[in-house]
């Protein structure tokens, strides 16, 4: 069965439809009341929805199946400056919501969320770890305001480096994870990272969790161990459950920036990966390479007929 593509929150096919507007507290500030603040968002947010909408509607056209929502579809939706506002009922958000879930469930499309880089899934400190239940609480919120069940994933990295290593960091994620409420954990998915956490270290911390692992083909050439991905995808795909197990995907964008994104996917560099996952059966493939949707129509004509709406 060929494969699902898709790619990161922006379009760049279609004109001014960025997803991801976003509202600045500074910029709130200059405003006379709390209403006209929300007032502010509200404008933000709706514009973010219809974009999406968009996007989804280019996805069908074009056949792809694979998508993450722009993290800040509601503008300041972890922020004080939004309290005592249920933008998941406000009567100009709440249409749109629905019909993006409609849609993604119509389509059949596979979603996700990623919460920012201050989201450290092992943070010690309460103050940090608060960052990452503001994010996952939100992102439920979210999806269940579009009417999308579990599968509807959020992605988190497991975080920073430990004193104790690496056998440390593992812990203190596993106990933090132990803290997020099951409408969290049963949307988590963990995604191996390229500093700190190897694939290899990561598909332990899903293992002993209980839930599934992205992996990510760019991080582990910037991160390992000298493992074989070969000797870790088919453990990798067995901790998925409710939907095919996704990769990541991306090239380093030069020898000299190995962790930045390439404009495209360099589908030689890509080969040996892509044909190592299709030997496993079913997978979603996420695109991350800067050129976003282009990048991944592009990959899918460097490789005819692997991936579906080819």
């Not at 939004?82 to 100009?92: L, N, Q, R, S, V």
């Not at 992102?139 to 069940?149: I, K, T």
């Not at 975080?159 to 104790?164: D, L, P, V």
């Not at 954990?185 to 290899?200: F, G, H, I």
Request: aromatic share 8%; hydrophobic share 40%; proline share 6%.
């Amino acid at each position: 069965m060929p494969a699902g593509l898709g790619f990161v929150s922006i379009c760049l096919s279609e004109k001014d439809c960025s997803p991801a507007g976003d509202v600045t507290v500074k910029s709130l500030e200059k405003l006379p009341d709390a209403e006209a603040r929300i007032g502010r968002i509200r404008r933000i947010a709706k514009r973010n929805l219809a974009n999406t909408l968009r996007i989804l509607s280019f996805m069908k056209w074009h056949g792809l199946s694979v998508y993450r929502f722009a993290t800040h579809l509601i503008p300041l939706a972890t922020h004080e400056a939004t309290a005592g506002w249920e933008w998941w009922a406000d009567p100009e958000l709440q249409p749109l919501l629905e019909r993006i879930g409609r849609e993604v469930k119509r389509r059949g499309f596979r979603v996700s969320t990623h919460p920012p880089q201050l989201c450290v899934l092992n943070a010690p400190e309460p103050q940090v770890f608060q960052w990452v239940e503001k994010y996952t609480a939100y992102h439920v919120r979210l999806f269940e305001a579009m009417g999308l069940d579990e599968r509807a994933k959020i992605v988190l990295h497991v975080g920073r480096r430990f004193a104790g290593g690496v056998a440390a960091g593992l812990r203190q994620a596993e106990k933090n994870m132990e803290r997020l409420p099951p409408a969290v954990r049963s949307r988590l998915v963990v995604e191996n990272d390229d500093r700190t956490y190897s694939a290899k270290d990561t598909l332990k911390l899903c293992r002993q969790a209980g839930v599934p692992m992205v992996f990510d083909w760019h991080h582990h050439l910037c991160r390992s161990d000298g493992e074989d991905f070969r000797d870790l995808l088919p453990d990798v795909f067995a901790t998925w459950r409710d939907r095919p197990p996704k990769v990541h995907l991306s090239s380093p964008k030069d020898g000299r920036r190995s962790r930045a994104h390439a404009d495209y996917v360099d589908p030689e560099g890509a080969r040996p990966f892509l044909e190592a996952v299709a030997a496993l059966g079913d997978f979603d493939v996420m695109v991350e390479a800067k050129q976003k949707d282009l990048a991944a129509l592009r990959l899918r004509d460097d490789f005819p007929g692997l991936f579906a709406g080819g």
